[in-house]
């Protein structure tokens, strides 16, 4: 290709696409995320399309590439792509599951690339540069103390699960050893899915197999939403509250009320991958260091902090 | 002559709950002879041919292998022993290739690998011997009837049978092609192979059988050698009743036209055909096998994309576009093929009966009463034997099953009657009853074409005899005009009058 | 003829297993749940359990008018999750003219029945006059679908305006004489529909068709039509179905409806209907549904097995209620 091709070719990429197909000054960033199966997924493809845009704008240097799968085995193809066609400079990941997804991101680990894991740790330690880590165990401590703390007499509470995962073990465990000894007892406990139908007829048939029950723990917002339809609808007045968690908006807006039955929400932000994404190309674009790990843990919503947690705007 | 019993059946009895199918049957083959099982539908025959080959154990009785008896656990101890059978419904894997077939089961292998050119060349061999010209990786589900029959018979000598035994196996063949099949037959008891074959068409039973045997009932009625019984004797001893008088006198007198029918063009099968069909008369239909006439006949009613130039039918010119036009204008076509086309096999009587008229039979909702009283009278009026009412139609003989179809077809009273091979299949006793149910359907001023490929039945049964060749009308044959020989030269096209030709 | 006379009496005693069978099965399950927890007979339970089945329970009666003419719809589970998302756009947007009342809710449902019977008939038409595998047709608009749902949600949840949702609410929760809605709709939708399989032209050609296409068209059955009005007609009660799942949660996403086509398959299969076509019956239907409601009741109002192996015993359950049907096709 002669001297004079070379150049025009270069210029009208440039004024096409800013900086993007110029290799040698730009830096690609691969993100790979779980599909928006369920609420929190969506809000969390939200936040990481939102952050993807503002960072393009920001940053001319640099480009990101997007892909959401729908199941372990086609994350990993994801990200094989991203590799072999667009020569990404660095990975954020959120792993669908941590053992299947650990060979492929260690080897990308491996050819030099910065990889950042969100949320979910990977079965090797020490692969990622940069691990931004929701805090499931706190995540489940922090719900428990606070139902230690609304119920300080203890009572009976059903807990609705989520899909058995590490997650879920995680938080459980978490929420047990937080009500521990106060007095609380969990008289039943079954999987909801982080699903609202799901929940729905869990809910149901706890409420026709318990006569009393105090409190519920649904363990996601999505749940929440299937068991207070099915309070609502048995009529029942014993329950005094439902704890869901994760951060719905229309959960945190009732928590924002004063709605009784939602006295308050634990964080779990979907966010999450907006930060992960940002510390990611801040590190690609400066020296500042950003490796290590970073750990977003679950914060209580009430009534007095639920303003700076309620974003309208996003579908979650 | 008598030669060697290879394989004999003594005081067989077989039950399917508490109905017994056959009482006590005896029963020999021997080497280098062609025996025929004959009998009508219902009789036993199958019965008897699939405990032999060890389809079936039997109830009580003996199987003697060369005097030494043997029970059959399943179907391979039987093609262990060189007992080979050819079913009615081929047995063959129709996705496969022909050689694919042949070899299924005993692929000859070179170490690991499939040894696919001994094998095509074996297969090549076996296909000459039958005189059939297909290639061997040709799919068997692109093969016509007779080519399935002929690959069939090509396993069978694959196997080096002992003992072959085949179910009416020239039903789908041509004469010619049946020619083929005796030629090997002769060749393979030459080589001391016993042969049992079954068959309705007496005449082939005649010429190629060494010893027969009748079976009527599940019980052995007539046994010894084919030299001692006429055909006639053999249609006796089967019905149990005289039928020398098999076809209906002709006393219909053809009356106004019904159908007329010019330039009906089905792509691909038939061109150009035009004929007239009168009121109070039967049109025989005569061709070879593939000459278009069923193709033809479907395209008429609709039931495959179909042109013509003009069909009138009592005077009036309509269109026929579906199925549903066609019986609007009292049109119906009785299908060759009973068991793909014609009926439900695991469904009732009933619910086969009524399902082409059904809307005859109440409104949105089935009058089931109704159905009831039609069934009555169809098992009535066409001798319908079924053990049971609510029994699978599949379970019926071919001549019951018939019989119903043709019941099927009344249901919805056409006034012009398209018969397809309306006795393919099926004993001489039922035969009778059908052809005189098809004059009588004439008689009483309907309209009848019948389309068969066996001449005897065109000859004795219609007025007039349309030939079809390649998809067009060769010719029409009338009164002293319908010989075997006029309808085969112009099946093959040539003029019924110039035998020089033929020279 | 003796012994065949006594053989039909036999019969007329005692049904064979293939109609016994699912039937055996629901008794002993309700058995179960009756030792096991005392109010699972209480009204309260059974109007839950009945009210829950009602969705699965409806489209799964369209369902077996599809199999039993030979044909299967793997896209009923994305279409009542489409149809759900797209009646609630429709009210919300509808909601600043028409104001909360009985007009737009009925505005809604128009939506959802003449969505499904669209759907349906687009389903229909690939397969029959296009002539595309009914399970690759609907394979891709499974896909279809529910990746439009998502994006109509922007891959969270749409959910129905608060106030139009209370409204709306009693159509799932409240009814005529203690009977639900739901209940009521689908008891309709199973009387018709078993009227319609065993006693009319229609259902009969569905099973003529399934049992075998080529006779079903030599005996003038028009094979496409029939085949086109079962999806229409399994659209339309996907439609019906929707309309009594919004008001429950009123609201609809990604994951709504998921896995509902292959519940539906199933309880059609259960209660004795072939798979590969040319026999239903409706009520069979509705038993498997009901088998399969209650085995996740009869778990939840248990701590008999840990939750993990729910899916296990539901497994064991629809294997074992289709193998009591087969050995009575064997004796019989």
Redesign the interface.
């Known amino acids: 290709m002669s001297y004079m091709k070379t150049t025009l070719l270069g210029c009208t990429m440039l004024a096409l696409s800013g900086a993007a197909w110029a290799q040698d000054d730009t830096t690609v960033i691969g993100v790979s995320i779980p599909?928006?199966?369920?609420?929190w997924?969506?809000?969390m493809?939200?936040h990481a399309q939102e952050t993807i845009e503002r960072l393009e704008e920001t940053y001319p240097q640099l480009d990101f590439v997007l892909a959401a799968a729908s199941d372990a085995g086609a994350q990993v193809n994801d990200i094989e792509d991203m590799v072999a066609t667009r020569g990404i400079d660095a990975l954020v990941v959120l792993p669908f599951e941590s053992d299947p997804l650990t060979p492929p991101i260690q080897s990308v680990a491996e050819a030099g690339t910065w990889v950042t894991v969100v949320d979910r740790g990977l079965s090797v330690e020490g692969v990622e540069d940069l691990y931004v880590a929701g805090d499931n165990p706190g995540f489940g401590r922090v719900s428990g103390e606070y139902m230690v703390e609304k119920m300080p007499d203890g009572g009976d509470i059903v807990v609705l699960?989520g899909i058995?995962t590490t997650i879920d073990n995680e938080r459980v465990d978490g929420f047990e050893s937080a009500i521990e000894g106060s007095g609380i007892n969990i008289i039943?406990?079954?999987?909801g899915n982080w699903?609202?139908?799901d929940s729905?007829?869990?809910m149901?048939?706890?409420l026709?197999?318990h006569d009393q029950i105090d409190a519920v723990w649904a363990s996601d917002d999505?749940m929440a939403?299937?068991v207070l339809?099915a309070i609502e609808?048995?009529g029942r007045e014993d329950i005094q509250f439902v704890l869901g968690g994760a951060g719905m908006k229309?959960m945190v807006k009732r928590v924002m009320d004063g709605d009784e039955m939602i006295p308050a929400d634990v964080t779990y932000p979907p966010s999450m991958i907006a930060t992960a994404i940002e510390m990611t190309a801040v590190g690609m674009v400066s020296n500042a260091p950003v490796s290590g790990t970073f750990t977003i843990g679950s914060v209580l919503i009430t009534p007095e902090n639920a303003e700076q947690f309620y974003y309208p705007d996003?579908?979650? | 002559m008598t030669a060697e019993q290879v394989l004999c059946l003594r005081d067989v009895r077989k039950s399917f709950g508490p109905v017994e199918v056959l009482h006590g049957v005896n029963l020999d083959l021997r080497a280098g002879e062609v025996l025929a099982l004959i009998g009508e539908n219902g009789a036993g025959k199958s019965t008897t041919m699939k405990i032999l080959a060890g389809y079936q154990p039997a109830t009580s009785g003996r199987i003697l292998l060369e005097g030494e008896e043997v029970t059959f656990g399943s179907l391979h101890d039987g093609e262990e022993a060189g007992i080979v059978m050819i079913h009615q419904e081929f047995n063959l894997a129709e996705q496969l290739t022909v050689e694919q077939n042949i070899f299924l089961g005993r692929e000859l292998r070179r170490g690991p690998f499939l040894d696919k050119r001994k094998m095509r060349e074996l297969t090549r061999g076996y296909l000459d011997r039958v005189n059939c010209r297909v290639d061997p990786d040709t799919k068997v589900s692109a093969l016509s009837n007779s080519d399935k029959q002929m690959v069939e018979i090509a396993k069978a000598l694959s196997r080096d049978a002992r003992v072959l035994i085949m179910d009416e196996p020239t039903a789908v063949l041509t004469g010619s092609e049946t020619e083929v099949l005796f030629d090997q037959v002769r060749r393979m008891t030459a080589q001391g192979t016993a042969v049992l074959f079954t068959s309705h068409k007496l005449g082939e039973v005649a010429e190629i059988a060494d010893h027969v045997t009748v079976l009527r009932d599940g019980s052995v009625v007539h046994d010894d050698r084919a030299s001692e019984i006429t055909e006639d004797g053999m249609a006796t001893a089967m019905v149990g009743r005289d039928v020398s008088d098999l076809y209906p006198a002709k006393v219909g007198r053809p009356g106004e036209v019904m159908l007329s029918v010019r330039g009906l063009t089905v792509p691909g099968h038939a061109r150009n055909v035009g004929f007239e069909l009168r009121q109070g008369e039967i049109l025989g239909v005569a061709g070879l096998i593939g000459a278009g006439r069923t193709e033809a006949f479907e395209g008429l009613c609709g039931l495959r994309p179909a042109s013509a130039e003009r069909i009138e039918i009592a005077g009036r010119e309509v269109t026929i576009k579906k199925p549903r036009d066609a019986l609007d204008h009292g049109l119906c076509y009785l299908t060759e093929d009973r068991k793909l086309r014609g009926l439900l096999l695991d469904k009732t009587m009933r619910v086969n009966l009524t399902l082409q008229a059904l809307d005859r039979f109440g409104g949105w909702m089935i009058d089931r009463a109704a159905e009831d009283r039609a069934l009555d009278k169809a098992i009535d009026e066409f001798d319908i034997r079924a053990g049971r009412r609510t029994m699978a139609v599949g379970n019926l003989s071919g001549g019951n099953q018939q019989k119903l179809l043709l019941a099927k077809i009344m249901q919805s009273e056409p006034a012009i009657l398209i018969a397809d091979e309306p006795t393919r299949g099926i004993d001489i006793g039922t035969k009778q009853q059908i052809y005189a149910f098809l004059r009588d359907l004439a008689a009483k001023g309907h309209a009848v074409v019948v389309i068969s490929s066996e001449m005897q039945e065109v000859i004795g049964l219609a007025d007039r005899v349309l030939v079809m060749r390649t998809g067009e009308v060769a010719g029409t044959l009338t009164g002293d005009e319908l010989t075997e020989d006029a309808i085969v030269r112009l099946a093959v096209g040539l003029g019924a009058n110039d035998k020089e030709k033929v020279a | 003829m003796t012994a065949e006379t006594t053989n039909t009496r036999a019969r007329r005693s005692l049904p064979s297993m293939s109609v016994l069978g699912p039937i055996v099965a629901l008794v002993v399950l309700v058995a179960i749940g009756a030792m096991m927890n005392s109010n699972f007979l209480g009204a309260a339970n059974i109007t839950n359990v009945l009210a829950r089945s009602a969705f699965i329970g409806i489209i799964a009666v369209g369902m077996t008018f599809v199999i039993t003419a030979g044909g299967l719809d793997l896209s009923v589970g994305s279409m009542a999750a489409f149809i759900a998302g797209l009646m609630i756009l429709v009210m919300n947007a509808a909601l600043p003219s028409m104001g909360v009342g009985v007009p737009i809710i009925l505005l809604g449902m128009l939506v959802a029945v003449v969505a499904g019977i669209l759907a349906g008939l687009l389903n229909g038409f690939l397969i029959t006059t296009v002539g595309i595998e009914a399970f690759i047709v609907t394979l891709g608009t499974m896909g279809i679908y529910r990746s439009l749902v998502t994006w109509l949600a922007d891959g969270g949840t749409l959910s129905l305006d608060f106030g139009l949702r209370t409204f709306y609410r009693p159509v799932y929760f409240e009814g005529i004489l203690g009977i639900s809605w739901p209940i009521i709709v689908f008891a309709i939708v199973v009387i018709v529909g078993e009227l319609l399989m065993s006693r009319a032209r229609f259902g009969r050609h569905c099973a003529a068709i399934g049992s075998n296409e080529a006779v079903a068209h030599y005996s003038n059955v028009d094979v496409n039509r029939t085949r086109l009005l079962t999806y229409a007609m399994l659209g339309l009660l996907v439609g019906v179905a929707t309309i009594m799942y919004v008001p429950r949660l009123g609201s609809a996403s990604a994951s709504t409806g998921l896995l509902w086509e292959l519940e539906a398959i199933a309880a059609v299969i259960i209660g004795g209907t072939v798979l590969k076509g040319g026999f239903g019956r409706v009520w069979g239907t509705v038993i498997g549904v009901l088998i399969l409601s209650l085995i996740d009741n009869i778990l939840n109002l248990t701590d008999l097995v840990s939750p993990y192996l729910n899916g296990a015993i539901q497994g064991v359950i629809i294997i074992l209620a289709v193998i009591l049907q087969r050995e009575a096709k064997a004796k019989g």
């Open positions: 599909a928006a199966t369920h609420g997924a969506g809000g493809n939200f699960r058995p039943d406990m079954e999987h699903n609202r139908d729905f007829n869990v149901q048939d706890f026709q197999k999505d939403v299937g339809a609808a048995a229309e996003s579908p979650f």
